[in-house]
C-alpha cells in the first residue's frame, strides 16, 4: 500500500500534541457547553500528568516494537544533527529545546498565587454553637422595658448614647442650642415622639420607633467607625482597604450573604472573626477581626442592626419560628 506516509517522529509529536489540546482546552470547553456555567470548569493538573505519562508509554512501546519504528523514529532526529535541514536550523533547535524545558520546569515550580480548586463555605456551623441560633437583636427587637425607660428618659432630655457619638452631640447642641436633644434626629418618627412629649401622653408604639431609629444611629456609627474600611460605605464590601484582601471582604448587598443567616449566626461570626472560623472556611484565611476584642456586645448587636438595614436585608428566621 502506497499512500502519504509521515515517519514515527512526527506520530509521536502529533500524537502528544493532541492528547494535550484535548485535556488542556477540549475537556474544559467541553465542561462550559456542558454545565452552561459561564466558566471552565478546573481540570487538576494530575490528570494531565495522568494522561501524558500514559501517552508516552504506549508511544514509547510503540516505537521500540520494531527496529522500523525505531528507526524511523530517529531518522529525522540524526539527519537534524547531521545538518541535512542547515546548520542554523540545528542550532535553533538545540537552543530552543532546553529553553522550552527549561520554562516549562520554571512555571512548575515558581510559588503563584492561585485559586484552590477545593471550594470555600462561606457559613460553616460546624463551630457554631446552638445556643446562638435563637437569639434576637435586643436593639431592634426593643423589650417593653426598654421602651419605656427611653420614653421616660425622653420625657426628662436625657438620653444615654453610646460614648463614639456623644462629642458630635454635645457639639451639636452647643451650636443650635435646640429644645430637646432628640430635635438632632429630624425625622417623622422623633418628631412625633416630641410631639407627643409636648401633650404630656407618649404611645409605647410612637417611643418604639424613636427607640429603634437612635439604636439604627448608634449602629452606623459604629459601623463608620470599625467595618467601613473594609466593607464600605454602602456595605458592598469595596472599602478603601477592601482591595489589599485575596479574601475579599463580604458585599452585605449580595443576596446569600447576611440574608440567609439568623441574626445569632452574623453575632457569632463579628464576635470571633477570621480566626474563629472551622477549617471548612478555608483555604483562605479570613481578615475579619476578632470583634469581642473590642466592641462590647451592645456595640456589636447595634452595627449587626445597622449592617442589614443599610444592605436592605433581614435576617433568615429560625427554623423553629
Ligand atoms: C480588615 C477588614 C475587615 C473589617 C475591618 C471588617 N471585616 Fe467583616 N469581613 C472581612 C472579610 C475579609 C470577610 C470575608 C471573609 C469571611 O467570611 O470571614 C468578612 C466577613 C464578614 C461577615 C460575614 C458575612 C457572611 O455572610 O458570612 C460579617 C457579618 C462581617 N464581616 C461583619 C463585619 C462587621 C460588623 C465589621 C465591623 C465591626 C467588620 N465586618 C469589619 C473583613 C473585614
Known amino acids: 500500500m502506497r499512500g502519504f506516509r509521515i515517519s514515527m517522529f512526527w506520530w509521536v509529536v502529533i500524537t502528544l500534541a493532541i492528547v494535550y489540546s484535548v485535556v488542556k482546552w477540549a475537556i474544559p470547553a467541553l465542561s462550559r457547553e456542558i454545565t452552561t456555567l459561564p466558566f471552565p470548569l478546573p481540570v487538576p493538573g494530575t490528570l494531565m500528568l495522568f494522561y501524558m505519562v500514559l501517552t508516552i508509554v504506549a508511544l514509547f512501546l510503540m516505537v521500540t516494537f520494531s527496529d522500523e519504528g525505531l528507526e524511523s523514529f530517529s531518522r529525522p532526529i540524526r539527519r537534524l544533527l547531521r545538518g541535512d535541514f542547515g546548520q542554523p536550523t540545528a542550532y535553533l533547535v538545540l537552543l530552543a529545546v532546553p529553553f522550552f524545558v527549561g520554562w516549562q520546569v520554571y512555571e512548575v515550580v515558581v510559588p503563584k498565587v492561585e485559586v484552590p ?42 438620653i444615654a448614647f453610646i460614648e463614639q457619638v456623644v462629642g458630635d ?16 434626629f429630624p425625622t417623622p418618627a422623633m418628631t412625633a415622639l416630641l410631639g ?26 459604629l459601623y463608620a467607625m470599625n467595618c467601613r474600611p473594609c ?91
Open 117 to 158: 480548586v477545593s471550594l470555600r463555605i462561606q457559613h460553616p456551623s460546624s463551630n457554631f454553637p446552638k445556643k446562638f441560633e435563637e437569639m434576637k437583636n435586643p436593639f431592634s427587637n426593643p423589650t417593653d422595658e426598654a421602651i419605656t425607660a427611653f420614653a421616660e428618659a425622653a420625657k426628662e432630655g436625657e
Open 169 to 184: 452631640i454635645e457639639r451639636w447642641e452647643e451650636e443650635s442650642e435646640p429644645d430637646h436633644v432628640l430635635e438632632f
Open 196 to 221: 407627643e412629649i409636648e401633650g404630656g401622653e407618649i404611645e409605647p408604639a410612637t417611643a418604639k420607633a424613636a427607640l429603634i431609629e437612635k439604636n439604627l444611629f448608634e449602629g452606623r456609627a
Open 231 to 321: 466593607h464600605g460605605d454602602s456595605v458592598a464590601g469595596d472599602g478603601p482597604m477592601a482591595d489589599g484582601f485575596k479574601l475579599r471582604p463580604i458585599n452585605f448587598t449580595d443576596n446569600g450573604t447576611i440574608e440567609t443567616i439568623v441574626e445569632g449566626y452574623t453575632f457569632w461570626r463579628v464576635a470571633n472573626g477570621g480566626p474563629g472560623l472551622p477549617t471548612e472556611a478555608t483555604p483562605w484565611d479570613s481578615a475579619m477581626p476578632i470583634w469581642k476584642l473590642n466592641l462590647s456586645d451592645e456595640e456589636r448587636w447595634k452595627i449587626i442592626m445597622a449592617e442589614y438595614d443599610l444592605a436592605q436585608k433581614t435576617p433568615r428566621i429560625p427554623e423553629t419560628h
